[in-house]
């Protein structure tokens, strides 16, 4: 019999579920666990086909044992598995995976905090859907365009606009499929400020000191890498040389695309282009405005752009 509950919903319930089953990483020995509140996601990872199958089998043996002994229990009708490759694999490797005897099931492609992540890592649902909502902001924003001043269109659209954008952003910002995000972006300014479809809009975004996809991307990318610079080396810490690039990010060998479109490496190339004025600075939040403002005077349409500046 329970003697203390919890009301759902209250400030205090994730904090006593977490620490609840803040044991349960240690039972996936053979996986990697990622927790998010009550979202349970597991990663194995293992090239022999064999040898996977047999991490898979040990570690849902060890969750079931956790969970029955917990009093919890797993949504299996929410439950869902998915077997990561690239483009270049087109070998599918899906192996059995079984909780109480009931096989869970393959999808293609599930969203998870908000990004549709895809089995073969591309970007194309989330897009798809991302534009969906796009819409039907510019749609509102077109609507109230002659009920609302300038300054309450523009927080409308940081609000409901750019919010949507900037999120996920960073994995998402270097496909060439963003470039249909750009255009929506170039329409809804143009409503903005009450122009024709045949103006253009890079005064426009320097006039209302708004930050292009390209620009947001940039932003947010060499930010992050700036934040987790722990991460990194920088070249003076792998060679001895005083060369005039040894306050740049090392940039490690790669063969792959996959690698090359990363996060890490995106952020490396971006950050060792950053203006030497802007990259001097150590302190993070005058080094984002420095930034910001960088931004928003060039108003990049490409990442060519900023290479070249």
């Known amino acids: 019999m329970l003697k203390c509950v919890v009301p759902q919903g209250s400030v205090l319930g994730p904090l006593l579920f977490s620490m609840y089953i803040n044991d349960l990483p240690l039972t996936a020995e053979a996986g990697q666990l990622v927790l998010f509140a009550d979202d349970i996601n597991l990663l194995i990872i293992e090239r022999d086909e064999k040898v996977l199958q047999h991490k898979i089998n040990e570690v849902m043996k060890k969750l079931e044992y956790w969970f029955q002994n917990n009093n919890l229990m797993i949504n299996i009708e929410k439950t869902i598995a998915m077997s990561y490759r690239t483009t270049q694999n087109k070998f599918l490797r899906r192996p059995k995976i079984t909780y109480k005897n009931k096989d869970i099931t393959y999808k293609t492609n599930k969203k998870f905090l908000g990004i549709y992540i895809?089995?073969?890592?591309?970007?194309?649902?989330?897009?798809?859907?991302?534009?969906?909502?796009?819409?039907?902001?510019?749609?509102?924003?077109?609507?109230?365009?002659?009920?609302?001043?300038?300054?309450?269109?523009?927080?409308?659209?940081?609000?409901?606009?750019?919010?949507?954008?900037?999120?996920?952003?960073?994995?998402?910002?270097?496909?060439?499929?963003?470039?249909?995000?750009?255009?929506?972006?170039?329409?809804?300014?143009?409503?903005?400020?009450?122009?024709?479809?045949?103006?253009?809009?890079?005064?426009?975004?320097?006039?209302?000191?708004?930050?292009?996809?390209?620009?947001?991307?940039?932003?947010?990318?060499?930010?992050?890498?700036?934040?987790y610079k722990s991460a990194v080396?920088?070249?003076?810490?792998?060679?001895?040389?005083?060369?005039?690039?040894?306050?740049?990010?090392?940039?490690?060998?790669?063969?792959?695309?996959?690698?090359?479109?990363?996060?890490?490496?995106?952020?490396?190339?971006l950050y060792n282009k950053v203006p030497n004025n802007i990259k001097k600075l150590s302190e993070y939040k005058p080094y984002k405005r420095k930034l910001k403002s960088f931004d928003i005077e060039h108003a990049f349409y490409s990442l060519d752009e900023f290479y070249m500046s």
């Open 233 to 269: 080396q920088k070249n003076e810490q792998i060679h001895d040389h005083n060369t005039r690039r040894n306050m740049n990010v090392y940039i490690k060998p790669y063969n792959t695309n996959l690698y090359t479109k990363s996060v890490i490496n995106m952020g490396i190339q």
């Open 118 to 227: 895809a089995e073969n890592l591309k970007w194309t649902t989330h897009l798809y859907t991302l534009r969906q909502q796009l819409c039907k902001v510019c749609y509102i924003i077109k609507s109230v365009q002659g009920m609302m001043g300038s300054g309450m269109i523009r927080s409308l659209y940081h609000s409901k606009f750019e919010s949507l954008v900037r999120y996920g952003i960073i994995f998402w910002g270097v496909e060439n499929e963003s470039i249909s995000v750009f255009k929506l972006q170039k329409r809804v300014i143009q409503k903005m400020c009450g122009v024709g479809k045949s103006t253009s809009c890079r005064q426009l975004f320097k006039d209302c000191k708004i930050l292009t996809v390209t620009s947001l991307y940039i932003l947010e990318v060499v930010c992050f890498l700036k934040k």
